[in-house]
């Protein structure tokens, strides 16, 4: 949830500075926009625990490994090997995969590791990542399957992961960013959570206006030091502005840009009454006509 593949594609990393010695990935999720540009370093920065696990999965386990691993789980288990669609697919078979998904979700709460969790996530509900109070995975069957485009995902994963200018932290990006050295050819990208959004990883006001405050203040110090960053946010999402983000924008008089007619999708519905933007302290020379900037008022 929240991956930025398809603004990459869009042209999102084309805004970022040319040249960079260390990228600072502090919000890093799945590593997509580290895996997506060229840095000296990367610094892969995030505070979930279940992200860590990746991380470790795919800087320590040989890809072929990983992929067998996942193989072997749908045999046994009699995952789905193909997509299904609920309103097209056979009941039947529909309600087969889902009750192997279930068996192997089960499963996999009574002997959790991490490999297991991985597979299992390509099988759930958007391939989200959500547990109850007991710490159980609870994400309903999401009609999926495991691709060949996935094993071109772990191939990719551990050829970057592996890499001896990959670093990986696990703090709080204000912590984060005290602890490392940083110089003007640095740069530092924000991909934190969306606070007038609902997703898994921001469920119970886990990022609050406090947290976003903060965030806006660690910006405006690294600009107050010449050092480059970038912020991808919304400022609309379903009617809620976020009028604190606008502000912060105007009063820095930061650079702002609008994918132009980007459509964004969450747990696969299009939402057209979100409003994403890229927010900097740079001027962008060669942007392209899919952003657009924007003035805010």
């Known amino acids: 949830m929240g991956n930025k593949s398809r603004l990459i594609r869009f042209g999102l990393t084309n805004l970022f500075p040319n040249n960079i010695n260390q990228f600072i990935d502090a919000f890093a999720g799945s590593a997509t926009v580290s895996m997506n540009i060229e840095a000296n370093k990367y610094i892969i920065n995030d505070i979930n625990e279940t992200l860590h696990s990746y991380y470790n999965i795919f800087s320590k386990v040989d890809k072929k490994v990983i992929s067998e ?12 090997t193909k997509t299904t669609i609920r309103c097209f697919s056979d009941k039947e078979e529909i309600e087969k995969y889902k009750k192997a998904y279930h068996n192997f979700r089960d499963f996999y709460n009574s002997n959790k590791t991490p490999l ?15 547990v109850n109070k007991n710490g159980d995975f609870n994400m309903p069957f999401g009609n999926n399957h495991f691709s060949s485009k996935n094993e071109e995902v772990i191939i990719n994963g551990c050829k970057f992961f592996t890499k ?8 709080d990006f204000q912590k984060l960013l005290l602890d490392i050295e940083l110089n003007t050819d640095d740069f530092v990208y924000f991909d934190p959570p ?8 921001n469920e119970n006001s886990s990022w609050n206006e406090n947290d976003d405050q903060r965030l806006f203040y ?13 912020m991808s946010n919304v400022i609309i999402n379903k009617g809620i502005i976020n009028k604190e983000l606008i502000d912060f924008c105007l009063l820095n008089n930061f650079n702002v840009y609008t994918p132009n007619g980007f459509k964004y999708h969450a747990c ?30």
């Open 268 to 297: 696969g519905k299009e939402n057209i009454k979100q409003q994403e933007v890229y927010i900097c302290n740079y001027e962008i020379q060669n942007t392209n006509h899919k952003f657009k900037e924007t003035l805010l008022k």
């Open 69 to 80: 691993h996942i193989k072997q789980r749908i045999l046994e288990f009699g995952l789905p």
């Open 164 to 171: 001896k200018n990959v670093e990986l932290y696990k703090k």
């Open 116 to 130: 297991d969790l991985y597979t299992l996530m390509f099988f759930a509900f958007s391939q989200q990542f959500r």
């Open 218 to 230: 660690t910006c405006k110090k690294l600009n107050k030091e010449n050092i480059k960053f970038g």
């Open 194 to 201: 969306y606070r007038i959004t609902t997703a898994t990883y």
